[in-house]
């Protein structure tokens, strides 16, 4: 089936039946900004269809200048704004990309899921940049956290 898809323009919607993962893949996720759900629409296509698209790479260059994604809210604002109930499942290096495949699996397993979209620090390496773990409600632990190298 990705041999099927491989440079086309339109995913056929026999594929999508056939992979209702890649279906959900596939599914925008309503970012609050229009311009960046539609990139993500774009790019998750031209990455399945392994399309290489210079208008897209024009916009990628454009966007990387413009910074649309600075609005979202940091993630330890995010973290600070929690409420103490709260349960942190962090998924690190996920890319946006799979946002409306977790929705669209959460919400068939019935599960309970806020999904906040946050900017981190630079660097993004989580072995120089994991305050947001030791701070997130007096952890003394890095359980779970590798060191660089």
């Known amino acids: ?77 995010i973290l600070n704004d929690a409420t103490p109930k709260a349960k942190i499942y962090w998924l690190d290096a ?9 929705k669209a699996r959460t919400m068939q397993l019935e599960l309970f899921t806020t999904i906040k979209i946050a900017r981190a620090n630079l660097p993004t390496l989580t072995c120089q940049n994991k305050n947001f773990y030791y701070d997130w409600r007096n952890v003394v632990s890095s359980a779970g956290f590798r060191t660089c190298g």
Do not use: H
């Not at 925008?28 to 900004?33: I, N, S, T």
């Not at 996920?94 to 977790?102: A, D, K, R, T, V």
């Open 94 to 102: 996920l890319g946006f990309e799979f946002l409306s495949y977790i």
């Open 1 to 77: 089936m990705i041999k099927a898809v491989q440079g086309k323009e339109k995913i056929p919607d026999v594929f999508k039946r056939n992979y209702p993962a890649m279906s959900d893949y596939l599914m925008d996720y309503d970012f609050d900004d229009a311009e960046i759900t539609n990139y993500f629409r774009q790019y998750k296509k031209f990455k399945l269809c392994n399309v290489d698209d210079e208008n897209f790479k024009k916009r990628v260059r454009e966007l990387a200048t413009q910074r649309p994604y600075n609005k979202f809210e940091t993630r330890q604002k």
